[in-house]
């Protein structure tokens, strides 16, 4: 276990396994596979590049899995805003490296403040599901599988 931080102080995101407080996002890894956290808003992508592009915070990454994840704290109005960053994240993959092949693909959308799952109509995760080729998930715990 161990989880994905925003310090939400304009630099990157980064993995942390010793300091539960900080963490935006728990990861629960229960078979130990090997997963590379990859920041990406100030990092992959500068501030500077693909002017009119939200991104995401991250993406964590195995040979069986391709997670997108973006990291908020914040109480209200964060929903709409870090699937937009998650789907603009995600065009620019698809644009650059193609569909994915990873069989597990998802988009988080988590939140420190608000930790639960959010129920999302079933027609918003279908079409997202069938644009992106990602499910969508609002919750702040990531279970690899």
Known sequence: MFGLCDDQDGRRAYANTDDPRKWVARVKND??????????????????EH????????????????????????????????????????QLFIESHGRPIQKHRKAFACNKAHPHFFVFDNERNRRFFSTYGFRLDVQAEIIVV
Not at 59 to 70: G, P, Y
Request: aromatic share 6%; net charge negative.
């Open 31 to 48: 078979r130990n596979l090997r997963l590379v956290f990859t920041a990406i808003d100030n990092c992959i992508i500068q501030l500077n």
């Open 51 to 90: 002017r009119g592009h939200l991104r995401c915070d991250g993406m964590l990454a195995s040979d069986e899995h391709l997670f997108f994840v973006e990291l908020k704290d914040q109480r209200s109005g964060w929903i709409e805003e870090a699937i937009a960053q998650l789907e603009s994240t995600i």
